[in-house]
């Protein structure tokens, strides 16, 4: 079975940004005096911005319109890279390596205005035969929405394509879509043993390598 494309989750992947994406969400809690839940950052990784932004008022409690949280988001997070943005190791060497020989795709959960800019400031925007933001789907991660659609873009078999993700809910978005993942877990919120058991672990992109791809298929 030869191996159709990569498709590469963005944030946590390839940018070290789930942090960020945390880090504002509290800060706007923070500011309206509502307490931060333990399962909040768990709950919202992953989602869309229509999703997460009707949970941070309907689950976080922020005294604002859906509209006006995801809004205030945004804007924080495009503030945050315009300070720069973080890559996580091996990340830019990882996209390169891999679109040598296969098409590659981003799906991620951020929206179209942060994959553009965080894609163009790594220099691989070029390599991308598609990029989807699951706010163009009907549903976020962990839905397959994303992944399906991006595999559409590119015209592949999901059962021929791999996803590279490091959350949860975006192995499950893959899994769910029917692709093979290689996870590279984060520091930040990590899966669980369970679903990297369904996975391909590797500790770093730097060992996402032609011989290791090329024998998941």
């Not at 990340?91 to 894609?119: D, F, G, N, Q």
Request: proline share 7%.
């Amino acid at each position: 079975m030869a191996l159709d494309a990569v498709i590469f989750d963005l944030d946590g992947t390839l940018t070290d940004t789930e942090e960020v994406w945390d880090e504002v969400r509290r800060g706007l809690a923070a500011e309206a005096g509502i307490p931060w839940g333990p399962d909040d950052t768990r709950a919202m990784m992953g989602m869309s911005t229509q999703e997460w932004s009707h949970y941070l008022t309907e689950s976080v409690g922020l005294p604002m319109t859906p509209e006006e949280a995801a809004r205030a988001t945004v804007q924080g997070m495009a503030t945050k890279y315009l300070e720069g943005i973080q890559l996580m190791p091996g990340a830019v060497e990882a996209v390169k390596r891999m679109a040598e020989r296969y098409p590659i795709a981003i799906v991620s959960s951020s929206p179209r205005l942060l994959i553009e800019t965080a894609t163009e400031v790594m220099g691989v925007a070029d390599l991308l035969r598609a990029t989807v933001s699951t706010e163009e789907v009907d549903r976020g991660k962990p839905a397959p929405d994303g992944y399906l659609r991006a595999c559409e873009l590119l015209g592949v078999r999901p059962g021929h394509t791999l996803a590279v993700e490091d959350t949860h809910n975006g192995i499950l978005s893959a899994l769910n879509a029917g692709l093979e993942v290689v996870a590279v877990p984060g520091r930040f919120h990590p899966p669980g043993p369970q679903i990297l058991e369904r996975t391909t672990v590797i500790p770093n992109l730097d060992e996402l390598t032609y011989e290791l791809v090329e024998s998941l298929f």
